[in-house]
């Protein structure tokens, strides 16, 4: 099964106290995508600008991650800066250019159309939405979002969030988005607005996933180095997501084990600035990752009982 992810290819300029990077290669959709290919096909569907990189577009076709719905415009790529906190849950962004996505209107490829697993990425939710109606027939739709649509096109996103599956939001964006201080309340009151399953990720304290069957909370695998949290949500999402999309079926407990799957993606994305750790990670690592995470979180104790 593969999956169409929608949402932004960025030039990210990041600075956190292990340093910084500048114009490197991110966006909601990018990170997506080079988690989610691990297991299943993606198709990213963007605009970039005439100053992309070749050499960027080729990374992701080395990915084998379909670039038919990449567009190329005239005009600069949508530019991001941030700097993270000493606490890395805590980010200021700096400036945020969207140039040629101003104008963006999505009209996906008629293979693109009969997808089956839709991630809308963090992009305006009227554009989330257009992409949504031109795939008539969807096994899985799941988006993101963040406190600047929360906050200013409220009215949209409340449209969009009874037609997802899944949404994903972090702790904050939960808070806004439902009113209520306590994340367990928030995430029920997010619930109520229609998404069958909501993700509140909590950074390094990991994500509570909520649905009518109740709540399922994984931690962030425990690392001795955090160097770039950037793009670790959306590479959650791609774990999650892609996982779903090649088991063909979702259901709780395939929720449950994606959102392993999740966490494990999102622990390799914050070791190194920017994708560094993403692209050139193995399925071998990733295998080996969620073993331990298992291991990690396995209560039973069945290895360590003696006989
Ligand atoms: P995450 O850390 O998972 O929230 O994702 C970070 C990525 O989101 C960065 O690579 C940014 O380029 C991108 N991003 C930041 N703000 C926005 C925005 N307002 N719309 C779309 N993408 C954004």
Same mark, same amino acid.
């Given at each position: ?22 114009? +490197?290669?991110?966006?909601?959709? +990018? ?111 799941? $988006? ?44 029920? $009151? ?16 990991? $994500? ?28 959650? $999402? ?18 449950? +084990? ?50």
């Amino acid at each position: 099964m593969s999956i169409v992810v929608v949402g932004s290819v960025a030039y990210d300029t990041i600075e956190t106290t292990r340093g910084g990077v500048a114009d +490197t290669l991110g966006g909601s959709a +990018t990170y997506f995508a080079v988690a989610s290919r691990f297991f299943t096909p993606v198709s990213i569907v963007a605009v970039v600008g005439s100053d992309f990189r070749p050499e960027d577009r080729q990374l992701l076709h080395e990915r084998n991650i379909d670039l038919r719905g990449l567009e190329q415009r005239s005009g600069s790529t949508f530019r991001w800066r941030g700097r993270y906190h000493e606490d890395m849950n805590i980010r200021d962004t700096l400036d945020l250019k969207l140039n040629v996505f101003e104008s963006f209107a999505p009209d996906l490829l008629p293979d693109l159309q009969r997808s089956d697993y839709l991630f809308l990425g963090n992009i305006a939710p009227d554009l989330q939405e257009r992409v949504l109606e031109q795939v008539p027939s969807p096994k899985l739709v799941a $988006a993101d979002t963040m406190n600047h649509w929360i906050a200013d096109t409220r009215a949209d996103l409340l449209r969009l969030l009874p037609r997802l599956d899944i949404l994903t939001l972090n702790d904050e964006e939960a808070r806004l988005l439902s009113g209520e201080h306590n994340l367990v309340k928030a995430g029920r $009151a997010v619930l109520k607005l229609g998404p069958k399953t909501v993700l509140v990720k909590r950074g390094e304290y990991g $994500a509570i996933q909520f649905s009518q069957a109740g709540m399922f909370a994984v931690p962030a695998y425990p690392l001795e180095e955090v160097v770039d949290p950037t793009g670790a949500g959306d590479a959650f $999402a791609g774990g999650l997501i892609g996982y779903l999309a090649r088991s063909g079926k979702v259901d709780e407990s395939r929720l449950r +084990t994606g959102a392993v799957y999740g966490s494990v993606l999102a622990s390799f994305v914050v070791e190194k600035f920017g994708l560094g750790r993403l692209v050139d990670l193995t399925w071998e690592e990733i295998d080996l990752r969620y073993r331990a995470f298992i291991d990690l979180i396995d209560s039973h104790h069945s290895r360590w009982i003696s006989q």
